[in-house]
C-alpha cells in the first residue's frame, strides 16, 4: 500500500519549499509576444525544477510514501489559446525537464497523477464545454507523455469526475475522442453531488474507477465496506494495476474524533461535510480506510503530505506497513 498527497509539499514548518508558480490570463494578455514567451518560459522551468525537487525529496522516503499527484499549474496557462501557440514553441526546450523528472519517477517507483479541475467535464450538454474539457485532458496527458509516461494502461493516472447533464452516455461519447495515451491514463472517480458509484461502475469497462470513499459517505450517509459486491468491479477496472481510492474526512468539529458519524445527528449541512479536514483525527475512520488494503490511497487532506506523514506513523504503529 502506497500513501500519496496532493499537489503541495509542505517542510516541518508548514512551508513550500518547491511551490509551483503561475500568473493571470489578464497579466500575460497585457504582454508583448517577447515578454509572453519569457514569462512562462521561467514559470514551466521553475515549475520543472520544482516538481524535480519533490520527487528528490519523496526518494528518500519509504517506498509507501512515493506517491504524489502533480499540480495542474506545471505548465500555466497552458490551454489558453494564446499561450499553446507559446508553448509550441517552448515545449522543445522544456521536454529534457519532463523527461528528467519521469525517468526519475520511474527509477524510484513514485507513482504519479493529474487531478484536472471542476470544470472539465467530459458529459456536459453544452458541446464547448466538452470541447475544453478534452483540451484540458489533453493537456495533463501531453504533461505526462513528455515524462515518459502514456505507453502502457495506467502507468500513469489522470483522474476524472463524471459530472454532466449527459451521465455515462456523454462521458463514453467524450472518451472516444481522447487521443490513445490519455485513453490509456484517464480514470473516473465518484463524486458527492452528482455521480454515484453506481453511475461510474458504468465506465467500468472503458477505464478504471477510483472509489472516493469520502464523497460516498456525503452522498449516501453509508461507510462503504472492503466486503461490498462493487469492489471487485472496481478491482477488475483496473485491470490488473493495482486501484487506488481517496481519502478525506470532514472538518474537525463536525465529526466526532472517534466512530463512524451519522449525517442526522450531526449539525453540519451536506457542503459543509464535504469540505476536507486538516489532519485525520478519527481513528475509526482512518481503520475503515486502512481496510482496503488493495488499494493505494491519495490522501485529500489540507495539511497535505504532514497529514499523511501522521497517517503512516499509524499505519505503522498498527502493523499495516512495514516502515
Not at 485532458?137 to 515524462?147: I, K, L, N, P
Not at 502514456?150 to 455515462?168: A, E, R, S, T, Y
Not at 478491482?235 to 463536525?254: D, F, T
Amino acid at each position: 500500500m502506497k500513501l500519496g498527497f496532493a499537489c503541495k509539499y509542505f517542510d516541518a514548518q508548514a512551508k513550500q519549499p518547491f511551490p509551483f508558480k503561475t500568473t493571470t490570463r489578464t497579466r500575460f494578455l497585457s504582454l508583448d509576444d517577447g515578454a509572453r514567451a519569457t514569462l512562462l518560459a521561467q514559470l514551466a522551468a521553475q515549475n520543472l525544477e520544482n516538481l524535480y525537487q519533490m520527487l528528490n525529496s519523496l526518494a528518500t522516503l519509504p517506498d509507501a510514501l512515493r506517491m504524489l499527484r502533480i499540480g495542474s499549474d506545471l505548465l500555466p496557462l497552458y490551454t489558453v489559446p494564446e499561450a499553446t501557440r507559446v508553448y509550441a514553441d517552448l515545449l522543445t526546450d522544456l521536454r529534457p525537464l519532463f523527461s528528467r523528472c519521469g525517468e526519475y519517477a520511474r527509477a524510484h517507483n513514485i507513482r504519479l497523477s493529474f487531478h484536472p479541475g471542476q470544470y472539465s467535464v467530459l458529459a456536459s450538454e453544452n458541446p464547448g464545454v466538452v470541447d475544453r474539457a478534452i483540451e484540458d485532458v489533453e493537456y495533463h496527458a501531453r504533461c505526462a507523455v513528455m515524462m515518459g509516461f502514456g505507453q502502457q494502461f495506467q502507468d500513469f493516472k489522470i483522474n476524472i469526475h463524471m459530472n454532466g447533464k449527459l451521465g455515462f452516455e456523454g462521458f463514453r461519447a467524450a472518451f472516444q475522442r481522447l487521443s490513445p495515451a490519455a485513453q490509456n491514463m484517464l480514470t473516473v472517480e465518484n463524486d458527492e453531488i452528482s455521480c454515484s458509484l453506481d453511475d461510474v461502475l458504468q465506465a467500468r469497462m472503458l477505464c478504471p474507477v477510483v472509489l472516493d470513499i469520502h464523497h460516498h459517505w456525503v452522498k449516501e450517509n453509508a461507510f462503504i465496506q472492503p466486503n461490498d459486491a462493487r469492489i471487485p468491479l472496481i478491482i477488475e477496472s483496473w485491470r490488473g494495476v493495482r486501484p487506488v481510492l481517496h481519502y478525506s474526512i470532514a472538518q474537525e468539529g463536525l465529526i466526532p474524533d472517534s466512530g463512524f458519524p451519522d449525517q442526522n445527528d450531526l449539525a453540519a449541512s451536506k457542503p459543509k461535510l464535504r469540505a476536507h479536514s486538516d489532519y485525520y483525527f478519527n481513528h475509526t475512520l482512518n481503520d475503515w480506510a486502512l481496510s482496503f488494503s488493495a488499494f493505494d490511497i491519495m490522501c485529500e487532506v489540507k495539511m497535505k503530505n504532514l497529514a499523511r506523514d501522521r497517517l503512516y506513523a499509524y499505519v505503522v504503529e498498527r502493523g499495516v506497513i512495514n516502515a
